[in-house]
């Protein structure tokens, strides 16, 4: 069974933020990036608005040629920081949906989805599950490629941007790449397209026309890597490239709101087992639990419990989580969807918490 990839690209990322941040520069054409200083300044777009994009513009393009095609844009310098902050909240969710995620810069991610979707009907729904949270939560738009490779998966994020989900399933793989430009391959940058063109390839489709040893007597072993991708044949695992992993989390909507404390709890059950099942796998304590929970009309509430030392103890857990739920039983509203994360973890702890009675941990 092939795997279901994800790729996941933040739409204009830096842009996004700041019109997130200023509601007065949405839908108008935002540009990060050097100081245009009318006209005369240096430096370069590090990305802009697709509202600006109409106008010609694009990252990398000199700042002073930006402002001639579009002087009435809005011209913001570039805050690192502040985009860090998001990256990693986003990153944050991301990792909520798969295990396997590896981070691919600051606005892009990979995940393998193959666990968690049976087919690609599920894939989709989680993809659209991804978007709807990150606006939600994040106020900006992320674009999704689904496929059975990274490369794929890469290419289809890009495919209906801003704001799309491209799900390529594997025997569509060839109509969907048949006319599209040889540089749409990652690795396949904008010299060597002049190369590819001039030995008569163009499109991915002329590409795929071409036996393996063709390829690689024409372009080599970037040609070989090329076809490769082309035909679907990129097995590179999605793995955590970035650190190590900082929480744990699963969370489940229920079909129907409820109060039912009995349905509630059984959730948190199956939530804690299941969590709990895979930090035995992988040998990982933690210190922190953290309960979530959303209520109908999207009001989200999460509450903590932190040990002092690491601990890893099912039963245990189960009862801090019920305990955390309890701060919410005179709420009037019911609950839409509810999640536990496990966090400040560590794999090998020096000291190990000590299983507590209950009216002491009511006071951590
Ligand atoms: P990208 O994901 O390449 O671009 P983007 O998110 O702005 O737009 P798109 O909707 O097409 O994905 O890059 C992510 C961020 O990295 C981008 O917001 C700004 C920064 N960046 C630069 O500073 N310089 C560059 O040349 C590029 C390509 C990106
Ligand atoms: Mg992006």
């Known amino acids: 069974m092939s795997r279901i990839i994800f790729h996941c690209d933040l739409d204009c990322f830096f842009a996004a933020v700041e019109m997130k941040q200023n509601p007065k520069y949405r839908e108008k054409p935002v540009i990060v990036g050097a100081d245009p200083k009318n006209g005369s300044g240096r430096g370069v777009v590090s990305t802009c608005s697709y509202e600006a994009r109409k106008f010609g513009l694009h990252s990398a393009m000199p700042i002073s040629k ?39 810069g600051i606005d892009e991610a990979y995940l393998d989805v193959s666990e968690r979707c049976a087919n690609l009907y599920e894939a ?22 689904c496929a059975s490779t990274k490369s794929i998966a890469k290419i289809a994020s890009d495919h209906k941007k801003p704001n799309g989900i491209t799900i390529v ?18 690795g396949i940058g904008r010299k060597s397209r002049t190369y590819y063109n001039e030995k008569g390839v163009v499109t991915i489709g002329d590409l795929l026309s071409l036996n393996s040893n063709q390829v690689k007597q024409l372009f080599g072993k970037n040609g070989k890597w090329a076809w490769k991708v082309a035909h679907g044949m990129d097995n590179r695992d999605v793995c955590e490239l970035h650190g190590k992993r900082k929480s744990i989390s699963r969370e489940r909507t229920f079909l ?4 039912d404390f009995f349905e509630i709890s059984s959730k948190i059950y199956e939530i ?11 040998g990982i304590y933690y210190r922190t639990i953290t309960l979530k929970l959303r209520f109908e009309g999207f009001l989200t509430r999460t509450r903590s419990h932190s040990f002092f030392y690491p601990i890893k103890n099912k039963e245990e857990a189960y009862n801090i989580a019920i305990n955390l739920l309890k701060h919410y039983e005179n709420y009037s509203k019911k609950i839409r969807l509810i999640g536990l994360k496990f966090s400040n973890l560590t794999r090998n702890p020096r000291k190990i918490q000590q299983k507590l009675i209950p009216h002491i941990l009511e006071k951590l």
């Open 66 to 104: 930006a402002y001639a095609l579009c002087p009435h844009g809005i011209y913001l310098r570039p805050d690192f920081q502040k985009y860090v902050r998001v990256s990693r909240r986003v990153m944050e969710i991301l990792s909520e949906y798969s295990d396997k995620l590896e981070r691919a």
């Open 256 to 259: 129907t709101n409820t109060k």
């Open 124 to 145: 989709k729904i989680l993809a659209k599950q991804i978007k709807h949270r990150i606006i939600e939560e994040i106020g900006i738009t992320i674009s999704i490629g």
């Open 169 to 186: 399933p594997p025997k569509y793989r060839n109509q969907f790449l048949y006319y599209m430009d040889i540089t749409r391959i990652p």
């Open 272 to 282: 804690n087992t299941n969590i709990h099942d895979k930090l035995d796998k992988e």
